[in-house]
């Protein structure tokens, strides 16, 4: 055998098992940087297994065929069980609805805008296209807080905190807003919790929220924390709730599974598509980082992923129907005491890696 073709068995070997540790890697209960951020990839990395299965149909690797086709294969399917729910096939979690009652519908727009983004007239567009009930923007700086004016006589409430961070937040809303923008964890972190009132009267809470996601240096435990606090928040108190935002994580990983449990949400995504967001320049590398969930009180009439507006993240537009009354604590399921154990240390953990951070460590 020549070495070329040496070298080249040897690293087709090397990258079968490099995908089939990365696909159980994130197993690992840990918040470092390192094992969340294989969460994002698993349609990417079980595409790559397919390829590669493939490929050891035709490649020589000797005694290493059969271990190496049966590993790629319980990665396969490990990879495809977290994403399949969101297959059209797969039962809806949130029922769809055509007509609903008056009054009692709401739509949201959810833009990570960019802030180094200065095209502003794309999105201004797109705003006056779609004319949301609610319009939450991400990342906005003063730059962008100045180019939407336009928009503000459209949009009597909101709340805004423009930042040089990438974590500035502008909420608009043309329904009656009542609320603050609070740091759950981090001072330079805002999210934004109100209570909007429907045309008919009905009263909705919403949380948009937007955490740091994991990065080289900075691991998840903060926004982890976020996220589950903002979910035990929703079920202590019982009443329609929607949460919104660039959540920095994907529907299917554990801690937005937890953030599920934790709070009794629910996915509009499942069975209805993947409506990948982020990043939007890099079509095969793309996965949904900007997501809405909501409390049992709702159906959903539309959901659609929205047109390039110039940032590294594609709009995405919600039409709900209120189908409940909003102000009485809908009966939910109890959460586990597995779900409130794991709650708990993920809050610790989170504000245990804030402490880390202003100590210097």
């Not at 949301?132 to 003063?142: A, I, M, N, R, S």
């Not at 949009?155 to 990438?166: A, C, I, K």
């Not at 590294?312 to 399921?333: A, M, W, Y």
């Amino acid at each position: 055998m020549s070495r070329v073709r040496q070298w080249g068995r040897a690293a087709l070997v090397a990258f079968v098992v490099a995908l089939i540790v990365v696909s159980f890697l994130p197993i690992w209960w840990t918040d470092h940087w390192w094992v969340r951020m294989w969460d994002f990839p698993r349609l990417q990395v079980a595409a790559l297994l397919v390829i590669v299965c493939v490929g050891l149909g035709f490649v020589s690797v000797g005694r290493w065929r059969w271990p190496l086709l049966a590993g790629t294969a319980a990665a396969l399917a490990w990879q495809v069980s977290h994403f399949v729910a969101y297959f059209r096939p797969y039962p809806r979690q949130v029922a769809s609805i055509e007509n609903c009652p008056a009054g009692r519908q709401i739509s949201l727009l959810n833009a990570n805008v960019l802030m180094t983004n200065k095209d502003y007239g794309r999105l201004i567009d797109l705003v006056e296209q779609r004319k949301p009930d609610v319009l939450l923007l991400l990342e906005p700086g003063f730059e962008w807080e100045a180019a939407i004016k336009p928009l503000l006589a459209e949009y009597p409430f909101r709340l805004s905190e423009p930042l040089p961070n990438t974590y500035g937040m502008i909420l608009l809303s043309r329904l009656p807003m009542d609320g603050r923008i609070q740091h759950l964890l981090q001072p330079a972190v805002p999210s934004a919790h109100v209570r909007l009132r429907l045309a008919g009267g009905e009263q909705v809470d919403l949380h948009a929220v937007h955490p740091e996601p994991p990065l080289p240096g900075d691991d998840s435990g903060e926004r982890d924390a976020e996220l589950v606090t903002v979910g035990k928040r929703v079920r202590d108190v019982g009443r329609a709730a929607i949460v919104i935002g660039d959540l920095n994580d994907v529907a299917w990983s554990r801690t937005s599974d937890l953030f599920r449990r934790a709070g009794g949400m629910l996915d509009p995504r499942v069975g209805r598509g993947f409506y990948p967001t982020f990043n939007a320049n890099y079509p095969l590398l793309r996965w949904p980082l900007d997501h809405l969930f909501v409390s049992p009180h709702f159906k959903v009439m539309k959901l659609d992923l929205l047109p390039d507006i110039g940032s590294d993240h594609l709009p995405i537009f919600f039409q709900l129907c209120l189908t409940e009354n909003g102000s009485e604590r809908k009966v939910l399921p109890e959460a586990s005491p597995s779900t409130e154990a794991e709650a708990a240390h993920e809050v610790q953990a989170g504000v245990a890696e804030r402490q880390e951070e202003q100590n210097g460590q």
